[in-house]
């Protein structure tokens, strides 16, 4: 069983930034891609970003690009996501999450493990 934990979220003033963790038990981490999502309220849950296992490719919604960097340590079993040029309409559960072998990275159904989730509200 994998278990994803986050942290790192909390209330920030618009323009600034956050780095969110996720840290997965588990000895096979290295091997799978891994992603963010994120839900705001009345909302449905979408993509944020998404890396490949060894890190080397990274994929962004366009809401995001060039403010967001997705990241990953292997050999700590954690993937971040560092969130700079924070705007309200980033307000949102952020999620992280497992993606299954060979699956899109750009829609839920391609991940199969998910986190609890930790809070990012920007204030304006």
């Known amino acids: 069983q994998v278990q994803l934990v986050e942290s790192g979220g909390g209330l920030v003033q618009a323009g600034g930034s956050l780095r969110l963790s996720c840290a997965a038990s588990g000895r096979t981490f290295s091997s799978y891609a891994m992603g963010w999502f994120r839900q705001a309220p009345g909302k449905e849950r979408e993509f944020v970003a998404a890396t490949t296992w060894s890190g080397g490719l990274a994929y962004y919604t366009d809401s995001v690009k060039g403010r967001f960097t997705i990241s990953r340590d292997n050999a700590k079993n954690t993937v971040y996501l560092q969130m700079n040029s924070l705007k309200p309409e980033d307000t949102a559960r952020y999620y992280c999450?497992?993606?299954?072998?060979?699956?899109?990275?750009?829609?839920?159904?391609?991940?199969?493990?998910w986190g609890q989730g930790t809070q990012v509200t920007v204030s304006s």
């Open positions: 999450a497992r993606a299954r072998l060979g699956a899109r990275l750009t829609t839920g159904e391609g991940y199969d493990y």
